[in-house]
C-alpha cells in the first residue's frame, strides 16, 4: 500500500489550496482517512478526518476553513484548505488505515 500526498506550497495569507492524498494497491478503500499536519517543534496533530460513511470531522483549528473529501473510487482523498493563516503552515500527513503517505509542506506567508 502506498499512499501519496501532493498539492502543497507556498500561499499568502487569506489563500487557498487543495491537498490531494491517493491510494495505491489497495484492493478496498479505507474505513477512514485523515489528514495530520506538524508545524516545526510542535506534534503532529490530526487536523481532519473522513469515514467511509463520508462523515467527517475537523479540529477546533480549522473548522469552517477545510474541507476534507473523497472521490467516488474512495481512493483519492482531498482537503481544502481556504482563509490560510501563516499558523496553517506546516508538513501535512495522509493516513488511511496504519499507513501514512509522505508529507507535503504548506507554507502560509504573512
Do not use: H
Not at 69 to 78: E, I, L, M, V
Not at 85 to 92: F, R, S
Amino acid at each position: 500500500v502506498q499512499l501519496q500526498a501532493s498539492g502543497g506550497g507556498l500561499v499568502q495569507a487569506g489563500g487557498s489550496l487543495r491537498l490531494s492524498c491517493t491510494a495505491y494497491f489497495i484492493s478496498r478503500s479505507f474505513n477512514a482517512v485523515a489528514w495530520y499536519r506538524q508545524a516545526p517543534g510542535k506534534e503532529r496533530e490530526e487536523v481532519a478526518k473522513i469515514t467511509s460513511g463520508s462523515v467527517t470531522s475537523y479540529a477546533d483549528s480549522v473548522r469552517g476553513r477545510f474541507t476534507i473529501s473523497r472521490d467516488n473510487a474512495g481512493k483519492t482523498w482531498y482537503l481544502q484548505m481556504n482563509s490560510l493563516k501563516p499558523e496553517d503552515t506546516a508538513v501535512y500527513y495522509c493516513k488511511g488505515g496504519s499507513f501514512w503517505g509522505r508529507g507535503t509542506l504548506v507554507t502560509v506567508s504573512s
